[in-house]
């Protein structure tokens, strides 16, 4: 622990970590040592993490990225993060994000990072000029670089996948609901699911298999399937997998350096005995107008619980109490929050609601059954996780749809509901881009992480 947190010092210009507690951190690491003297070792016994602040935490700050939460202290530990504890994992610290988890680069966090003075973006360790991904670049940047082992992220959209894929580590987002939302800040309700971000894929499965498992009085949706060692099937034989390859992943717009790291992969999966089965997903596309109905109209009605009055951010000068709402949620929400609050009211509103979101939850079904149907033919789907690799600081950052384009292969597994993985494949050949992180991604049907990670091992 005292390693990770040193290095992780001497890298604040990588802007991952967001709050610190020694103190905490090393009586935790000391119980650890406590229980291995004892022979009373626990799974993650020792084990560094460090979490992604949109988990809210009694030790630390938890911020959700955003000035509305600046400095909030919570009363209580995330399920995920208690079940990690549990397991006997050492938290580190807290990880910077996009605020409320919404964007793809990181580059919409509020905060001040740990070691700074004045706001600074997450940086990609792989080339410092270049986002981390997100939302939780913190995470998949703090992996990059070694500042911990491993480390949560959540994923409502891709915000596992696409960091772990720019950012060359492995990350898994399970099934919706397998993992408890109880502590998670929400943002889109039917979406939010978290996971583990690692070096490997046998790493992810021994986190994943502590941060499982149902939470009935805590989270109503969370799945009734109980906690598994995802780490029992690793080793398995892959003779015979069949791998769906949809091709509406590999049309216009994907990078040649991604289509020839995947395709590579894929070549490899067959030289380890998987058979490679051309599958359609047609409304993929579909699925971006999608998210960005539903995600937003969810989003909406969560985030109206940040008023002033129960916690977060007041505005310091007022008139009346509707007054006092407005300053307040002028002062602390940021661009992109206030952008969806405002698609996500504007879809859900008396006139619109039947042509919008109603159009929308529809659509979601038919992409879950495009899944199934899919499903029939093959065990498990692959392809590339984003058309490019991780794009420069400032690039896209007053474009939003340029934003919410680059989310079209993460979209689909997640409005379904579908467990997905990103598992580092290759890199860059481009002279504009050489040497930055590719990954693949890999979906399964509900409930099968053992399976992608069974896959993700045996490639890795
Ligand atoms: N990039 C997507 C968004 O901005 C996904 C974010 C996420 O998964 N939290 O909403």
Redesign the pocket.
Known sequence: AQHFLDRSHAHADLGAFVDFNHEATLAQARAADARIAAGQARPLDGVPIAHKDIFVTRDFVSTAGSRMLKGYQSPFDATVVNKLAEAGAVTLGKLNCDEF????SNENSALVPSGHSSWAPVRNPWDTQRIPG??SGGSAAAVAARLAPAATG??????IRQPASFCGITGIKPTYGRASRYGMVA?ASSLDQAGPMARSAQDCAMLLSAMCGPDPDRDSTSLDVAAEDFTRSLDDSIEGLRIGVPQEFFGEGLSDDVRASVDAALKQYEALGAKLVPISLPRTELSIPVYYII?PAEASSNLSRFDGVKFGHRAAQHGDLADMYKKTRAEAFGDEVKRRIMIGTYVLSHGYYDAYYLQAQKIRRMIADDFQNAFKSCDLIAGPVAPTVAWKLGEKSNDPVANYLA?IFTLPGSLAGLPGMSIPVGFAANAADKGLPIGMQLLGNYCQEARLLNAAHRFQ
């Open positions: 988890a919404m964007g793809s997100g939302s959540t994923d409502t959209g891709g915000s943002f995600a989310d």
